[in-house]
């Protein structure tokens, strides 16, 4: 970015000197963290950097039963397919969640009956952070919608803020979503985008206001994958497959930003 400056006096006359041109960056969302799911056999997935270096936070496949299967790019690409008894996890936190940051997430859902969680992260008693479908509290008379939730406080039954959105949720699609929160606003957002067809716009929900109802709290366990955690285990887990997850800190994702990441994968 640039900025042009001149100085100007108390009658109006602009400074002989002209004005001095400043350069400047502007600090954005980065990836701090992503999960190809490429790796197609085995019990562990690399984790990687924004520059695509390997890093530790690998994840660890939780049981045999997890399968893998086609991602949204096709043949050259794949993903986990997760059952009622599986997911997948890191060794400790990924996302600081006290923070502002951003996850986004491919998935599939093929069982359109029951709430849902792709990506999450273990505070001390629930996830700190849900992303995935609702089967309540969904826009009009939709009877599922995506969603991306968090409690008001780590403890069992607390109260949900939940960002939903209006784009239908249909099972054997692939579907791209961003679940946003920024501290200093006090806001959350998702963002929702069709991941196997080219050249469909990603839709937001708009800024939720949870300034009222949510102070920032840090959940410091591990990151998760297919499945939440809350009410004394392992819960909502995910019914269909996921593909290639991120994780983003130091900002917010626009919009070109989210069909660039959303678009990439499409055959």
């Not at 954005?28 to 924004?50: M, N, R």
């Not at 008894?85 to 060794?91: E, K, V």
């Not at 054997?172 to 946003?180: N, P, R, S, T």
């Not at 990603?202 to 920032?216: A, F, N, Q």
Request: proline share 3%; with cysteine; glycine share 14%.
């Amino acid at each position: 970015h640039s900025l042009s400056v001149t100085a100007v006096d108390k009658a109006g006359n602009p400074s002989e000197a002209g004005p001095r041109r400043y350069e400047f960056e502007v600090a954005g969302a980065q990836v701090s963290g992503q999960w190809f799911l490429d790796e197609g056999t085995g019990t562990t997935a690399a984790a990687h950097t924004g520059d695509g270096e390997t890093v530790t936070k690998a994840l660890t496949l939780d049981t045999t039963l997890i399968e893998w299967v086609y991602g949204p790019g096709g043949a050259g690409d794949r993903a986990l397919k997760f059952s009622t008894l599986d997911s997948a996890h890191t060794s400790g936190n990924v996302v600081t969640t006290g923070g502002t940051f951003s996850v986004g997430a491919f998935v599939k859902l093929n069982d359109l009956t029951a709430t849902g969680t792709a990506v999450s992260q273990d505070g001390a008693n629930t996830s700190g952070f849900e992303l995935g479908v609702r089967t309540s509290g969904c826009p009009g008379s939709r009877t599922i919608c995506w969603a991306f939730s968090r409690k008001t406080t780590d403890t069992v039954g607390a109260t949900v803020v939940t960002a939903t959105s209006e784009v239908a949720v249909t099972a054997g699609d692939w579907f791209y979503l961003v679940g946003q929160y920024n501290k200093a606003a006090q806001k959350m957002q998702l963002w929702v985008c069709r991941a196997d067809v080219a050249g469909v716009d990603p839709k937001s929900t708009g800024m939720l206001d949870v300034s009222d109802s949510y102070t920032p709290w840090v959940a410091s366990g591990d990151f998760r994958v297919g499945t939440a955690f809350g009410d004394g285990g392992l819960t909502r887990r995910w019914r269909g497959a996921v593909g290639a997850v991120r994780t983003y800190s130091g900002g917010f994702l626009g919009a070109d930003e989210v069909a660039a990441d959303c678009g990439y994968k499409v055959p």
